[in-house]
């Protein structure tokens, strides 16, 4: 698979647009065997594709969104109550009561917002990948380079290069005075350069006096890679303007497609919560919900329309994704939802070797007034479990159980030996004391 040249994404993305650049070459070469070399519409299915990749993280997100549903009224009364209290019993209070309606329903705070910081770094990757296909579409990176090639061979093409990319307004980030020419990088930088061309900058390009005379040489790979970024007549490394009017319905289908694709998610949601003004958070997201999808179309109006068909594509999958989960949670049974929820929950504790009984349940359930701080006496305990050997599993203390081999386990039996040497270091000593005492009484 030769994708392995250009500028491509470094750093903590790196593994995830190499994934994403496989997959989208892959669709590539799978459309090209029926004779279309489109990148707009290897754009489309690579976006269906993702979209069913991430299918799992989207479900659960929707879950959480219903489960907030009907935890969102328990959390409001307990901001309610502790409002304007700063002081640190109160706030002490107000998180312990908040955990206990988090525990209730078998979730956490981070539900909501885990498969999102999941799918970030996947989204972000997805970006990088459509901005530098040449870097990671095979067929379409040979065309660049071919032409790269032909340029290199002219001599100060560096310079009229760099004016050219000024006196069209293109906004690239590498510089080939950087590297020497001739080296790998030097050919990578170049191609990036050409892959921010549109239709009229190879028209422009062509007409400049150094490189007219690779036109002819050039001409094939350039057609393929017009061709290759053609949409009904558009290309999609141009930019939307009003000059082209056709181009002007991707930002129009950009925002109206995202306003459907908010009100798909927010479908689940009782209206009383989605418009609940004594909620601030819940007033900033429908402020967002109605601001982002504006701000979509007036960033397609500065984004390349390939960045735009991404958003169009993105949207109309989410829209579906919504309908048939919101279809599929409609006949999910609510409590057994989170039923199931406090089981693995309950599971995941074990497995930590933690595992709360129901007076832990009963303790929590106590009114903050008529909580009892006295300590803990362990008296008792130490009388009970005195020079006895324990197991990790065996092992108990007050309301909590520790499963064998866990950390809990080993690190409650270092401290029931050690307990177990204390009491018997006094033990000794008076024995000592005792024989001492007698012996001097034989002496008088």
């Not at 798909?264 to 402020?287: I, L, Y």
């Not at 108990?396 to 050690?418: D, E, F, G, H, P």
Request: hydrophobic share 40%; proline share 3%; glycine share 6%.
């Amino acid at each position: 698979m030769n994708i392995l040249f250009l500028t491509r994404v470094s750093g903590f993305l790196k593994p995830f647009a190499w994934i994403m650049g496989v997959i989208l070459d892959a669709i590539y070469k799978f459309v090209g065997l029926f004779g279309i070399h489109n990148l707009a519409l290897c754009i489309f299915l690579f976006t269906f594709v993702v979209k069913m990749l991430m299918l799992p993280l989207t479900i659960k997100q929707q879950k959480f969104t219903r489960l907030s549903s009907k935890m969102n009224p328990e959390l409001t009364k307990i901001q309610e109550k502790y409002k304007g209290k700063k002081d640190e019993e109160s706030m002490r209070r107000q998180q312990a009561e908040t955990q206990e309606v988090y525990a209730k329903y078998g979730t956490n705070p981070m539900g909501g917002c885990l498969p999102l910081l999941i799918s970030l770094p996947i989204m972000f990757a997805l970006y990088r990948v459509i901005y530098a296909i040449p870097a990671y579409v095979g067929e379409v990176g040979d065309w660049y380079r071919t032409v790269a090639g032909a340029i290199e061979g002219i001599s100060g093409h560096a310079d009229t290069i760099t004016t050219f990319i000024t006196e069209n307004g293109l906004r690239v980030t590498n510089s080939l005075s950087t590297y020497a020419l001739g080296s790998t990088e030097y050919t990578n930088s170049l191609i990036d350069i050409l892959a921010k061309f549109s239709t009229a900058n190879w028209e422009a390009f062509f007409q400049n006096g150094t490189f007219a005379a690779i036109q002819g040489t050039c001409t094939e790979a350039v057609n393929n890679i017009i061709k290759a970024n053609n949409l009904f007549g558009l290309n999609i490394l141009d930019t939307p303007n009003f000059k082209i009017i056709g181009s002007l319905i991707i930002p129009v289908l950009a925002v109206v497609t995202q306003m459907i694709q908010t009100k798909t998610m927010n479908a689940n949601q009782p209206q009383k919560q989605t418009k609940n003004n004594d909620n601030p958070m819940a007033g900033s997201m429908n402020t967002m919900n109605t601001i982002m999808p504006i701000m979509s179309g007036v960033f397609c109006l500065m984004l390349p329309i390939g960045v735009g068909i991404y958003w169009i594509a993105s949207a109309l999958f989410t829209i579906l994704q919504n309908i048939f989960i919101n279809r599929y949670l409609d006949k999910t049974d609510l409590d057994a939802m989170i039923e199931k929820n406090v089981e693995k929950a309950n599971k995941r504790k074990e497995k930590l070797g933690v595992v709360y009984d129901n007076k832990m349940a009963e303790v929590a359930k106590k009114s903050t007034k008529t909580y009892d701080n006295t300590a803990y006496d362990n008296t008792e305990y130490k009388k009970n479990n005195k020079r006895k050997s324990v197991s990790g599993a065996d092992y108990q203390r007050s309301t909590v159980s520790y499963s064998a081999k866990s950390i809990a386990a080993n690190a409650n039996l270092l401290m029931a030996r050690a307990n177990a040497k204390d009491e018997a270091k006094p033990e000794k000593s008076t024995e000592t004391v005792t024989d001492n005492h007698a012996a001097e009484e034989g002496t008088e």
